[in-house]
């Protein structure tokens, strides 16, 4: 098989199945997320190492008089109700029995949970035997038909995985001496282009071909306390110029009034497509668009989101003009909330490369809220890239507001980012 054929098979691949790999991905990083910060991982943590006042030679009549109890209290506020199924909690300082009902015509209901220390039942919450996310994920949700769809694009993620390392393997050096021969995974002096994007606000038509993983944190201080955000941003280049991009976040707070708070922070999802590539013999650019759209998966109660689905559409430029790559990106983001305003935003920066590994840069970017125009906002960013070779990068930049620090603007903020792309 060539290289041509593969890749041609690659792509017809990935396109359709793309979609599918996105809901996984999304559902399978919120179900680590609930499995990691969820109650029940909590109180495992916390009782683990505790050892059970109850044992095996615990008198009958004592764990019966327990769940008599347990059981009278559900009935109380169930009478009559079917019980599915009961869990014992013995461990820990609020020892507890959840019954789970279900409703009298078949199905889940309810989930009591009895605290045997207080007597009381402490918590009713509804129950399903199979976390709907979890239903989601695993294509359940949608019937039949959804478990046999899952098996495809297991299959497809599988297919996509051995295609790929094989026509990278047809792209390796067949003439390579020396440990270049072993180690051709690390081609350590191939340097690839610097592009914009992180660690920069504006962001440009280019990016790398296959898969593109950046992994990092964003700082800021500005006037409502500091935050550290953690990030992880999957890119797929599903042809050569369409990309896929999710970005997950895990965010901690410090308001300037208040404790600190730490969870996970909202979803985006974008989607890249140049539309015009640049031409070096002319002073054609390369253009494209980006539209972008905010999941609201932060916890708003506890302020590390607001709760406000957005969208964003932004026109995308780019051309290098001798060592010198130069971007700009203007676009509009409507918010779809009556309580949040809508937002125009651009911004124009360069990035020069001194040498093949090291590339300075600096950028202008501003917003400006179309139902508040006197708390426009413009930013200043100093950006620097090192890019190891083809495969791994660093990317770093500081930024700072160049109005009043009263209007909230990043006083300053700061980005750090590993990349990978293969």
């Not at 609020?94 to 279900?102: H, K, L, Y």
């Not at 690839?192 to 296959?210: C, H, K, L, N, V």
């Not at 999802?269 to 539209?291: E, H, N, V, Y």
């Not at 305003?341 to 124009?348: E, S």
């Amino acid at each position: 098989m060539t290289p041509s054929f593969l890749r041609k098979w690659h792509r017809w691949i990935g396109f359709p199945a793309g979609v599918f790999l996105i809901l996984v991905s999304i559902t399978g990083v919120l179900l680590a997320f609930n499995e990691f910060f969820g109650e029940a991982e909590a109180q495992r943590e916390a009782t683990r190492d505790l050892v059970s006042p109850v044992t095996t030679s615990t008198a009958d009549g004592e764990l019966a008089n327990a769940l008599g109890k347990a059981r009278a209290a559900v009935a109380a506020q169930a009478p009559g109700a079917p019980m599915d199924k009961i869990e014992w909690q013995f461990k820990g300082d609020s020892p507890s029995i959840a019954i789970f009902t279900g409703k009298p015509g078949g199905g889940e209901d309810r989930k009591f949970v009895f605290n045997t220390k207080t007597g009381v039942i402490d918590k009713v919450e509804a129950y399903a035997d199979k976390p709907f996310l979890l239903r989601l994920h695993s294509g359940e949700a949608f019937g039949d038909g959804g478990l046999v769809m899952a098996m495809f694009w297991g299959l497809a993620l599988l297919l996509l995985s051995v295609s790929g390392l094989w026509i990278y393997w047809q792209m390796r050096r067949r003439n390579a001496t020396g440990l270049k021969k072993v180690f051709w995974l690390i081609p350590l002096f191939i340097v690839p282009q610097t592009r914009a994007d992180s660690p920069f606000y504006t962001d440009d038509p280019e990016f790398s071909p296959g898969w593109e993983i950046k992994a990092g944190f964003t700082s800021e201080h500005n006037i409502g306390g500091s935050n550290l955000t953690e990030v992880l941003d999957w890119n797929y280049a599903i042809v050569p110029n369409v990309r896929l991009n999710l970005t997950t976040y895990g965010k901690d707070i410090w308001p300037t009034s208040g404790g600190h708070e730490f969870g996970y922070g909202d979803t985006e999802f974008k989607l890249k497509w140049r539309f015009q590539d640049a031409d070096p013999k002319t002073a054609k650019p390369s253009l494209g668009i980006a539209p972008k759209i905010y999941f609201p998966t932060a916890d708003e109660d506890r302020g590390l989101g607001d709760g406000v689905w957005r969208f964003q559409l932004p026109l995308q430029f780019g051309k290098t003009i001798g060592k010198t790559y130069h971007f700009a990106e203007a676009g509009y983001q409507w918010a779809f909330d009556s309580a949040a305003t809508d937002m125009a935003y651009g911004g124009y920066g360069i990035l020069h490369n001194f040498t093949d590994h090291w590339a300075f840069g600096t950028e202008l970017f501003g917003w400006l809220p179309v139902d508040d125009t006197r708390s426009w906002q413009l930013l200043t960013t100093l950006g620097v890239v090192y890019t190891f070779n083809a495969h791994f990068a660093i990317k770093a930049s500081v930024s700072h507001t160049l109005r009043d620090v009263s209007y909230g603007g990043p006083n300053p903020s700061g980005v750090f980012y590993l990349v990978s792309n293969f």
